[in-house]
């Protein structure tokens, strides 16, 4: 609903395309900064989205209009690949708007249908499921945990293609919320039953065109296999077996059995692992149902689908919802300079990409993190940290080894001239976890870059390295609680002239994780080792304590 350009084209080696672009005001810059947005889809599943601010681009006071950078300029330096002389603007036509819609919200649907068939004692086959015209106590026990029973007439929430003015798919069915989903569910005894016909279609039509089902067992019920069920469309079923029902002593065993073709999601448990009824279990249970039809989503059938969708969509958009206008008509580059300044002019202004709210990315190793075993094993990684996450993942394998949102980071420690080996960093988060990465001996600067990008996008701060001396008695000169707070500090003490602060927080004592040591650890060591070293992260600019994200709201 923001006024943006839209261009379109068939690329010989991307198929087709469609770019979409704007460019406003960055928040807080008074008119001194232009953000450029931008939308880049292809027949691909993923759409990228990103933003650039404009004297990040090489040269772009050269090229820049009264109306900004222009889209040629922006794709020749983001995305060189793609040849430009295919492209042209869209038309005005509302069609362009809602097929755009269409291909950005695939893939962000926060709307999940979710099939449950009841089995009773002595069952097994899909027959006897949809047979069952009523439920009993343990099944109605298992609906009241999994949501809430809603009148269908006059429904105006997601109904998942049940009928909400004549009651022809039944007068109520099971509805919930779960984080950011609406759930509804097609409950085989909630929908219509037909007398005499054992196909009972009226309930296959919508639970067998479910990517995801429910299979509730009754003691006394059958072993259950998908072979039993005749769907083209039911790739994942969650088995749910009630033991002890409607007693205090209720539990659940819980089975999964998905298409060989749909990868391993979550929440992983142990075999043989027992639920109680609650609410914990029903968050579970409610997990495992929207991750399986996520990780359907990647199976190639479900893939090759969706993709040809895309497919058809932006072969439209570029061959019937375009002008003649081409991206560049409307500009004409002045010629560079040869002159001695030209590499100065190739550069973007210095640091403007540090304000992204999208992941800068550095190549790194890890040396550790602190709950992986210690050793001189170094991980090839690739660290980014965007405005919301820190994140690390191995190279090769592409597995994500670490990650922790940005509130959680509560400082660091940075060595760029180091005695052996590069340029290494720790990263603080939590209650005083860490994650050690090092770079290449020349590479200083990036180790600079990621801390400038750690002090913009995080409420941390430097870690401070003390070293207090022992007073005459013994005694350290400072006390710290069971979160590693300093709350007391003697005045004028070693410790004091050292730098520590009141409410610094301890991260490290005697080169061990503070976090790890046990309390009578910690005092050993205090009092015992041959030189007290401690890490502290200094309180905020208010003298408050740094905490990370849900500390001190909602515990651990």
């Known amino acids: 609903m923001k006024e943006h350009q839209n261009f379109f084209g068939i690329d010989e080696r ?3 395309v469609a770019i979409s672009f704007r460019r406003e005001e960055k928040e807080g810059s008074s008119g001194a900064q232009n953000n450029c947005r931008i939308i880049f889809r292809t027949t691909e599943l993923k759409t990228l989205r990103g933003s650039i601010l404009e004297e990040s681009v090489p040269s772009a006071a050269r090229h820049t209009t009264p109306r900004g950078l222009t889209p040629k300029r922006l794709l020749e330096f983001i995305m060189p690949e793609l040849n430009q002389h ?47 015209e009523s439920s009993g106590p343990a099944f109605e026990e298992f609906l009241d945990l999994l949501g809430e029973r809603v009148r269908l007439k006059g429904w105006e929430k997601y109904r998942a ?8 798919t039944g007068t109520h069915s099971l509805y919930t919320r779960y984080q950011d989903y609406e759930i509804m569910f097609h409950v085989s005894t909630m929908l219509p039953y037909t007398a005499n016909n054992t196909q009972q279609l009226l309930r296959k039509r919508h639970i067998g065109n479910d990517i995801v089902t429910i299979v509730f ?59 109680p009824r609650s609410a914990a279990f029903r968050d579970f249970l409610l997990a495992k149902a929207v991750n399986a039809e996520n990780a359907a989503e990647k199976a190639e059938k479900f893939r090759s689908m969706a993709t040809r969708t895309r497919q058809e969509y932006l072969k439209d958009l570029a061959e019937n919802y375009v002008t003649t206008t081409p991206i560049d008509s409307s500009t004409k580059f002045p010629l560079l300079s040869l002159g001695g300044k030209r590499k100065d002019k190739m550069k973007g202004a210095k640091g403007a990409e540090l304000h992204s709210n999208g992941a800068l990315v550095w190549a790194v190793m890890v040396n550790s993190i602190d709950e992986w075993e210690a050793g001189e094993h170094k991980l090839p990684c690739l660290l980014g940290v965007s405005a919301e996450s820190v994140v690390l993942i191995e190279r090769y394998s592409r597995k994500v080894v670490f990650n922790c949102s940005c509130r ?109 040591l046990s309390l009578d650890e910690r005092t050993r060591l205090l009092r015992t080792a041959h030189k007290i070293h401690i890490t502290v992260i200094p309180p905020d600019e208010n003298g408050k304590p740094r905490r990370w994200g849900r500390e001190g709201s909602h515990g651990y």
């Not at 869209?90 to 449950?116: C, H, M, W, Y």
């Not at 072979?227 to 539990?251: A, D, G, L, M």
């Not at 400038?452 to 006390?479: M, S």
């Open 217 to 275: 067992q009754e003691p006394g019920a059958m072993p259950f296999t998908p072979k039993s069920i005749r769907s083209h469309f039911q790739h994942v079923f969650i088995i749910v077996q009630v033991h002890e029902p409607c007693t205090e002593n209720t539990y659940y065993r819980v089975a999964v059995t998905r298409s060989k073709d749909i990868p391993l999601f979550g929440p992983l448990f142990p075999k043989g692992a027992r639920f």
């Open 161 to 168: 293609q049940l009928d909400n003015k004549t009651d022809s």
């Open 14 to 16: 991307l198929g087709p």
């Open 86 to 132: 295919c492209l042209r603007l869209a038309s005005n036509s509302p069609k362009v708007r809602d097929t755009l819609l269409k291909l950005d919200e695939q893939g962000l649907n926060f709307q999940r249908k979710v099939g449950i068939m009841y089995c009773r004692a002595g069952q097994s086959s899909e027959e006897d499921m949809y047979n069952n």
């Open 408 to 516: 959680d980071v509560i400082g660091w420690k940075a060595v760029t001239e180091p005695k052996d080996g590069g340029p290494c960093l720790d990263i603080f988060y939590e209650r005083g976890e860490s994650v050690s990465i090092s770079m290449m001996e020349n590479q200083a600067e990036d180790i600079r870059e990621v801390v400038q990008r750690l002090e913009l996008v995080t409420r941390g701060c430097e870690a401070l390295e003390v070293t207090p001396l022992r007073d005459g008695v013994g005694q350290p000169g400072f006390l710290m609680n069971e979160e590693g707070f300093v709350t007391e500090l003697q005045r004028f003490c070693y410790a004091e002239s050292g730098g520590l602060q009141l409410w610094a927080r301890v991260v490290r004592l005697c080169g061990h994780s503070l976090v790890h």
